[in-house]
């Protein structure tokens, strides 16, 4: 986990049990590799490359949020309605409004990398996320290690790639990546399922590979300063040879 995602979960405002859940997210993530739990022996897609967020194409959690919330403002009118004429009204439970606040909270810290770097071969996939942990996926280890920390698991299912995190409060979050069939595009859709939340908060973001040579500049991480990107200069100078 980065430094910078490791400040901004100190900063957030949790419900009761949600610093818990930052601090097992940042643990989990140093812990050891991850739990692979299946295999597959079918060809994959090679994700490996620079992508980049396609915000066009891409949802936004407040979006999500709002969705949630229009979702329990009908419900309460609806059970308004009824109690109005006197009638009994089953509906949808409304969850716990706090927690459904904390996981979206969540959900930004976890899908607001706008650059990965995908490094894959037949053992392994390791997905670099600026600002985030890396998530890496080693199929030829087929272990359970306990842990009170939480635990991580990844497979190939056909042409997707899962990551699953459970952490131990319950908080599930499941990561899938897809790759479009002409490797221009990589889907990342990240759901995350929490106890007392009726709704899961999903979020599906869209990056575009590009090469980062073709930029002009080079970024690095740094611990003192965060990301620092620098101008690439022409080492033949102007004019070529």
């Known amino acids: 986990m980065s430094l910078r995602l490791a400040r901004r979960c100190a900063r957030v405002s949790w419900t009761t049990t949600s610093s818990q859940i930052c601090l097992a997210l940042f643990l989990v993530a140093c812990a050891s590799d991850p739990l692979p739990v299946s295999n597959s022996d079918s060809p994959v897609p090679d994700m490996s490359g620079h992508w980049e967020i396609d915000y066009a194409r891409s949802d936004s959690v407040q979006t999500q949020v709002n969705a949630s919330f229009r979702e329990v403002q009908r419900e309460l009118r609806r059970r308004s309605e009824a109690a109005e004429r006197g009638g009994?009204?089953?509906?949808?439970?409304?969850?716990?409004?706090?927690?459904?606040?904390?996981?979206?909270?969540?959900?930004?810290?976890?899908?607001?990398?706008?650059?990965?770097?995908?490094?894959?071969?037949?053992?392994?996939?390791?997905?670099?996320?600026?600002?985030?942990?890396?998530?890496?996926?080693?199929?030829?280890?087929?272990?359970?290690?306990?842990?009170?920390?939480?635990?991580?698991?990844?497979?190939?299912?056909?042409?997707?790639?899962?990551?699953h995190v459970l952490l131990p409060d319950g908080l599930l979050i499941k990561h899938r990546f897809v790759r479009s069939a002409d490797g221009l595009s990589l889907s990342q859709r990240t759901a995350l399922i929490a106890p007392g939340v009726a709704r899961d908060m999903e979020v599906a973001r869209i990056f575009s590979r590009y090469d980062p040579a073709a930029r002009g500049y080079r970024c690095i991480e740094t611990l003192s300063r965060g990301r620092v990107c620098t101008t690439e200069q022409d080492v033949f100078g102007e004019g070529g040879f």
């Open 88 to 163: 009994s009204y089953q509906g949808v439970p409304l969850g716990d409004l706090n927690k459904l606040i904390a996981v979206a909270k969540m959900a930004e810290l976890v899908t607001e990398s706008e650059l990965l770097e995908v490094y894959q071969d037949s053992q392994r996939v390791r997905i670099e996320r600026e600002n985030s942990f890396a998530l890496t996926c080693d199929l030829q280890k087929l272990r359970s290690v306990p842990s009170q920390l939480g635990a991580e698991t990844c497979w190939w299912d056909g042409q997707q790639l899962h990551f």
